[in-house]
């Protein structure tokens, strides 16, 4: 075998990785604006072509914390080669389907791509040199927010003028490229420092069951009733296995997530804002794009066609590519617990803004660039202070539970802006203008909440000590 090639020989290795990781961004702009049009392609109902997004989340919350770990492995490129293969089929197979049974699977396998992100960033950690990791691991991470405000524009374009099928078809087309590219430059052979243990099977079928149920009850609640016997029994069911999940990985040896790194206070903060900041994101962009879309006679609507409804979500990519390359700049005379509570107050500020303002076109705009702010600042430090806290072979794991959080918290705030949206219809089966001001409230307390959280911590990590009066030392 080969020895892999140095780090330094590889200078496209980080264009590489993030043109690979554009991958979540293709196919999660393949959701929401779709569904009204899928719905009457397949002749189903709103509400049943809702499961293209549903499924999509559950295959993803299974597999992104499998593949995390599957990533501090030795086969780290046979792993994404394999994932890439995968979100391809699916993507043939939607683009393809027949019924929407078919176009069902497809999407289903496309849920691998929410696992894409922790893998490149082991492969990152694993052989950019130590000066580039943290800036790669920053551009990384906030891949996805930048790319879905490039790929909502293109599949609002291709869907109105091509079909639906066009865009999927132009997912096919991107990850045929996205192979060809990890196949020429991502390190080939085994990576010899890679965990070589026996995989936790247990602790993934445990795990995988629980998000599931979990999400399950969270996704389709409000249609369910939230006391049904449906609910409430996916609801018991997830605490009851992801309780059992705890307790298993924290007696074996090489768990597949390792819940004592996680319990580490940079891991902490990181994913408790990962939960809070995602369903405040989700929020936004879902009731934001709604506003674009819906009738003038609502009294809040934009009344944007598809074409157009996609380049709302723009000003969120231009705002957090601009934010990632000041925080790469920032970061090494910042602390990383100090750029969370930075960013978690722009996205308080953006969230209230939406609440408050939301009627007019640039205000959705404004509100849109101010996400992409805030998130392309907490994302980027999040990543990197899981980085500094575990072990090189614990870092794939990490992150991917951490990419799982912001899932979960993405579809917690799906459902409950569901929810309320779905508490205050208006007879022409559009929200009320209360209805659409409530959710954007609830969004905001989200933020706050967390922002609030932060700045404590922030605060408390500044303070001297009163008893010896030396001041702590910078995370």
């Not at 719905?39 to 709103?46: H, L, N, R, Y």
């Not at 089929?89 to 683009?95: D, E």
């Not at 082991?122 to 920053?138: N, Q």
């Not at 319990?263 to 934001?288: F, P, Q």
Request: proline share 5%.
């Amino acid at each position: 075998m080969p020895p892999v090639s140095e780090p330094s020989t590889r200078p496209r290795l980080v264009p590489a990785l993030v043109y690979t990781a554009l991958t979540s961004a293709i196919v999660s702009s393949l959701g929401m604006l779709l569904v009204p049009t899928v719905a009457q392609e397949f002749s189903v109902t709103v509400s049943a072509a809702q499961w293209m997004l549903t499924i999509n989340l559950l295959v993803g919350a299974v597999a992104t914390p499998i593949m995390g770990r599957l990533s501090d492995g030795p086969h780290k490129k046979r792993l994404l080669q394999w994932s890439l293969a995968t979100i391809l089929v699916g993507s043939l197979m939607a683009a393809c389907a027949p019924n929407f049974a078919v176009f069902l699977l497809g999407r289903a396998l496309q849920g691998l791509s929410y696992g894409i992100v922790p893998v490149t960033i082991a492969l990152a950690r694993r052989y950019l040199d130590e000066e580039k990791v943290r800036p790669g691991i920053s551009s990384l991470s906030v891949t996805v927010s930048t790319g879905l405000g490039l790929g909502y524009p293109l599949t609002g374009i291709l869907a109105s003028v091509t079909g639906f099928r066009v865009a999927f078809g132009f997912a096919v087309v991107f990850l045929i490229s996205a192979s060809v590219v990890v196949w020429r430059i991502v390190p080939d052979g085994p990576d010899l420092r890679g965990l070589r243990t026996r995989f936790d099977l247990p602790g993934a079928v445990l795990l995988g069951s629980g998000l599931s149920a979990l999400l399950l009850a969270v996704s389709e609640g409000s249609g369910w009733g939230w006391t049904s016997a449906w609910t409430l029994g996916c609801s018991a069911a997830a605490v009851v296995l992801l309780t059992g999940w705890a307790v298993a990985e924290l007696r074996i040896p090489n768990p597949l997530v390792n819940l004592r790194a996680v319990r580490t206070k940079d891991v902490l903060l990181a994913n408790g804002t990962a939960i809070g900041l995602g369903a405040a994101m989700y929020i936004g962009m879902s009731v934001g794009s709604l506003v674009a879309q819906s009738p003038t006679s609502t009294g809040y609507g934009i009344a944007l066609p598809l074409f157009w409804a996609g380049f709302v979500v723009l000003p969120l990519s231009v705002g957090s590519f601009g934010a990632n390359r000041v925080v790469r700049r920032l970061a090494r005379r910042i602390r990383l617990t100090t750029l969370l509570p930075l960013g978690a107050g722009v996205m308080t500020i953006s969230a209230v803004h939406l609440w408050l303002e939301h009627d007019r076109l640039w205000e959705i705009l404004i509100g849109m660039f101010l996400f992409g702010v805030g998130t392309g600042t907490t994302y980027a430090a999040m990543p990197a202070l899981i980085a500094r806290s575990v072990a090189d072979t614990e870092l794939g794991s990490a992150v991917s539970f951490n990419q799982v959080l912001r899932t979960v918290g993405g579809a917690f705030g799906s459902a409950l802006s569901g929810a309320v949206l779905a508490a205050h219809m208006a007879g022409d089966g559009h929200p009320t203008d209360s209805g659409i001001t409530l959710a954007f409230a609830l969004g905001a307390l989200g933020s706050a909440v967390v922002f609030a959280a932060l700045a404590v911590n922030w605060i408390r990590t500044r303070r001297p000590r009163s008893n010896t009066g030396v001041t702590p030392t910078p995370m």
